[in-house]
């Protein structure tokens, strides 16, 4: 069975050991880790295939994503889940850990022979060597600048450099070479959207021909257009903006939220993780994977 990564898994570990962690939380935080696994096992054991693993990938992320937002940290009797779940990475490591499972299912077809990854990766961003004219280096003193995205299809890449011809005395480091980035964000405001154009860039510079997303459960800026930038498209999964600033302050405290539990409840509910959004992103990776047969290029005029 493939290993897939763990990141949304791996914070909630992290959770359970936080010393700050309220004694009454541990417990429903020993549940969400049980909650979790079942998630994670009916997600990995979905049929493969666009038509069978879409609606059912999308209503478990809709039903995991609920249960993480509303049932354990806005109904905590606690703050701490509420006021720290950006530091603790509750939020975004959910989709995270749901792409490298679902984009690989809906694209099995298309995949055969590939050796393509699909997670979170470190990759390459650049090359540099720190040897100086009176002090020789190995390989140059061979150096990659590497980049951690959310979410990637690429291919180990394995740099090799020498002051030999035959590779002697040869400085070998590994790394990652994206084709297709994408960062992955709970709400997207305007700062976000800038680092992420100044991340295309960087990554475009380093593999032209790579493809760059912005993937956002909640729009929080004013839309703007991504042919400005780098970025290839923004997508919002749930097609939705994020609840205004004068009603989440409401929500700061335990009582706060209590009394507007109701509320938050219908703005998940209207609100979902909508299949077209995943599967135009899933869409996006597959005309990247599949070439385009020159044919079907002259057929059309264009390309």
Not at 264 to 271: I, P, V
Request: proline residues 4%; glycine residues 4%; contains cysteine.
């Amino acid at each position: 069975m493939i290993d897939y990564p763990r990141p949304h898994g791996d914070k909630l570990a992290a959770l359970m050991a936080n010393a700050k962690l309220p004694g009454s939380d541990a417990q429903r935080i020993r549940e969400a880790l049980e909650r979790y696994e079942q998630w994670r096992y009916e997600l990995i054991h979905l049929e493969d295939g666009l038509s069978e693993c879409l609606p059912k990938a999308v209503n478990l992320l809709n039903a995991y994503k609920y249960f993480m937002d509303k049932e354990l940290i806005f109904d905590s009797p606690n703050d701490f889940l509420y006021r720290q779940k950006g530091q603790l990475k509750l939020d975004n490591t959910v989709i995270e850990e749901f792409l490298p499972i679902f984009i690989p299912k809906i694209l099995q077809s298309d995949l055969e022979g590939t050796s393509l990854q699909f997670g979170s990766y470190s990759c390459f961003a650049g090359v540099y060597f720190t040897s100086t004219l009176p002090h020789i280096e190995k390989g140059g003193g061979l150096k990659i600048r590497q980049k951690n995205q959310d979410f990637v299809v690429s291919r180990p890449l394995f740099v090799r450099a020498s002051h030999h011809k035959d590779f002697a005395d040869a400085i070998t480091t590994q790394t990652n070479l994206a084709y297709m980035a994408a960062e992955c964000k709970t709400n997207l405001d305007k700062t976000m959207f800038q680092e992420a154009a100044a991340t295309a860039l960087d990554l475009k510079a380093s593999v032209p021909s790579a493809k760059y997303f912005l993937l956002c459960e909640w729009l929080d800026m004013t839309p703007i257009s991504s042919s400005l930038t780098a970025i290839d498209e923004i997508i919002v999964l749930r097609k939705a903006k994020r609840i205004s600033s004068d009603v989440r302050r409401l929500f700061s405290t335990a009582a706060g939220r209590e009394s507007n539990r109701n509320y938050f409840e219908r703005y998940l509910r209207s609100n979902p993780f909508r299949e077209d959004t995943l599967a135009r992103f899933a869409n996006h990776i597959n005309r990247l994977i599949r070439d385009t047969p020159e044919d079907e290029v002259l057929k059309r005029g264009h390309f």
